[in-house]
């Protein structure tokens, strides 16, 4: 089933980090496998905050040599870094498995992340100028206190709650997904894609890459392959309901945009709620009343809606 | 068939067949259409396990703090207590909220549901001061539902009798499978409304989606706006007088009558070239065919 739920503050910053917790928590029944969130905090030229896990939470039951492994690969990884000239200010090791970087970086950044990526076991969640992803099994609860977004501040981010239906129970099918090597673009899906193997096959051909066999991350690379050709967010969203078959509602946020859209049976859920200062949405209104206790307006997109907010 | 024989019967048309027998093609059912037409048959109706309740005996129920389980229990026990008003305060958007209900009750929530909001009901009048969530009302039997803003999806799916209104707008397949009842928008409706509808009427004061009235089987909508699209089968047929009686009591009733009448509404019915209509049982039809 799976939950997907999305904020955007219009022109100021706010807890993005608590109020997306709380609405997440709320669908945990929609998906209690996994949780994640994209959230966007202040962009800043040249600095890059990369988020990225080492291994698998699964793996740290394979005894000590893994923690040999990983500490190779975090070695490995700050020489990739170096030898792309990146100057790393922050390195923190907030989860055994996951790392978060923020470095200065004046070259070709997708040329690096995918030299990053060719060290074993090591996937970039993101990599952007205010965009932070993370994502960990589990329910929104302890994933927020485990990796410290109870006070998260920012101007817009989007989330979700994962069932597995067509893949492993583990962080690479977990949403969001990052829009590699698209800076500050992710992704967040509910819904099945029928003509995934399709469309992964002519990405692929097109020279993208895919770390999962989620059918949702075909979104992200669907969605970063058009803004890197110059497609507005708004007109890939437009292109996705006709080219892309199957049931969702999915959301895409960028550095200071969130978009949606909604296939054309309207099979999957969203409700959104419009006001002067923020816009938030989810797969039940159950979530976005965490946030707003008293009476709101609230309605559902329809089929085919595509939809764009600026923060 | 008592005064008509077989061959009689061969020599009709199916619709002709079908009238013959006595089962018209809009078997008008659920407790509530029984009750438009006749006034008096309602306390036949009652289930004998209903609660005597009293509508002048009037209490609140707060659900900020309680679970839907919880809600739901605490709406029975204050029948059980002969309360026959209940204004349940700060919904919050939970799910399922006031379901089963099979007897009389005022009900009045101030505030938004979640997903299948007062399902399964049979009897109770429901005011909901917000908006409603996917599947409201579905499975309703009897009653009057009116929702005060939007509603999700599926509003109204497999309803069999009883009024169910939305004033503000709904979200796709509205009145899915419905087999009775009338389902009254005030606002647009999304796509695939209608789909397999088998009896009953729906009302759209603004516009619908794609495919309205898809695969129905009988019953019929009424459109006030624009259709995007009709559905497979779903033709449009001349408004009668009848039609526009109907329309302006039931729009009237609801405070939904259109400043400009009802003369421009469309309406939609089956085309009944997809299914087989013959409505009968199995022995029935050896005596037909």
């Known amino acids: ?68 492994r990983l500490e190779e690969r975090i070695e490995a990884v700050d020489a990739i870094l170096a030898s792309h000239g990146a100057e790393v200010n922050v390195k923190e090791r907030v989860r055994p498995y996951a790392l978060r970087y923020v470095l200065n970086h004046d070259g070709d950044t997708g040329d690096m992340a995918e030299h ?16 932070e992803l993370i994502k960990d099994l ?9 990796y410290g977004l109870g006070d998260f501040e920012g101007t817009h981010g989007i989330g979700h709650t994962r069932m597995a239906t067509e893949s492993d129970v583990d962080i690479k099918s977990a949403h969001p997904y990052w829009a590699f090597p698209y800076n500050d673009v992710s992704v967040v899906h509910n819904g099945q894609i029928t003509n995934y193997w399709i469309m992964r096959r002519e990405m692929e051909r097109k020279g993208h890459r895919f770390m999962s066999d989620c059918d949702s991350e075909l979104l992200a690379v669907y969605t970063a392959h058009h803004l890197a050709n110059g497609v507005p967010l708004e007109e890939s969203l437009r292109r996705s309901i006709d080219e892309i078959d199957g049931v969702f509602t999915y959301l895409v946020c960028t550095r200071d945009q969130l978009g949606m859209a909604k296939d054309t049976m309207a099979a999957k859920p969203l409700v959104l709620y419009e006001s002067d200062d923020l816009i938030a949405m989810a797969s039940e209104e159950v979530a976005i009343r965490t946030i707003f206790p008293e009476e709101i307006d609230t309605h559902d997109p329809y089929d085919e809606e595509v939809r764009v907010w600026q923060a | 068939m008592p005064g008509m024989s077989d061959a009689e019967l061969r020599e009709m048309t199916q619709e002709e067949r079908v009238n013959a027998l006595g089962m018209t093609t809009e078997q008008l059912t659920g407790k509530s259409l029984y009750i438009e037409f006749d006034p008096d048959a309602q306390e036949r109706f009652a289930y004998p396990w209903a609660p005597d309740v009293d509508f ?22 204050l029948m059980a207590e002969g309360y026959g ?69 599926t509003f109204g799916a497999a ?100 400043g400009n009448g009802v003369d421009h509404f469309t309406k939609i019915v089956a085309g009944k070239q997809l299914w087989n209509y013959d409505n009968l049982e199995p022995n029935e039809k050896k005596l037909i065919l």
Not at chain 2, 207 to 225: F, H, P, Q, R, W
Not at chain 2, 232 to 242: I, R, S, W
């Open chain 1, 1 to 68: 089933m799976c939950g997907i739920a999305g904020i955007i503050h219009k022109g100021h910053r706010a807890n993005v980090g608590a109020e997306m917790t709380s609405m997440l928590q709320a669908l945990k029944h929609r998906g209690p496998d996994s949780t994640g969130y994209a959230v966007y905090g202040d962009p800043v030229e040249g600095a890059y905050v990369m988020r990225l896990k080492i291994a698998e939470a699964e793996d740290m039951e394979l005894g000590r040599s893994i923690h040999d």
């Open chain 1, 116 to 131: 990053i990526e060719e060290t074993e076991g090591v996937e970039i969640l993101s990599l952007g100028n205010g965009l």
């Open chain 1, 138 to 146: 589990g329910d929104a609860g302890s994933v927020a206190e485990a």
């Open chain 2, 56 to 77: 002048n005996k009037r209490t609140e129920v707060d659900a900020s703090d309680l679970t839907n389980t919880e809600v739901n229990s605490r709406v029975r026990d």
């Open chain 2, 85 to 153: 008003t209940i204004v349940l305060q700060n919904p919050r958007g939970k799910h399922s909220l006031a379901v089963g209900i099979l007897s009389r009750l005022n009900l009045i929530i101030e505030g938004s549901t979640g997903y299948f909001g007062v399902g399964l009901i049979d009897g109770p009048n429901v005011r909901i001061n917000g908006r409603v969530g996917w599947s409201c009302a579905e499975n309703m039997m009897s009653g009057t539902v009116v929702v005060e803003k939007n509603a999700g999806s």
């Open chain 2, 159 to 258: 309803i069999r009798g009883g009024d169910l209104v939305c004033k503000g707008s709904v979200g796709s397949r509205t009145g899915i499978d419905m087999k009775g009842g009338t389902i009254i928008v005030g606002g647009d409706t999304g796509a695939l409304s209608g789909f397999m509808m088998q009896r009953g009427r729906m009302v759209v004061c603004g516009n619908a989606g794609k495919n309205l009235g898809d695969s129905m089987y009988d019953g019929t909508i009424y459109v006030g706006g624009e259709i995007r699209s009709l559905g497979v089968d779903a033709v449009t047929a001349d408004l009668t007088k009848l039609d526009r009686e109907w329309l302006t009591r039931k729009l009237t009733q609801y405070g939904l009558m259109p």
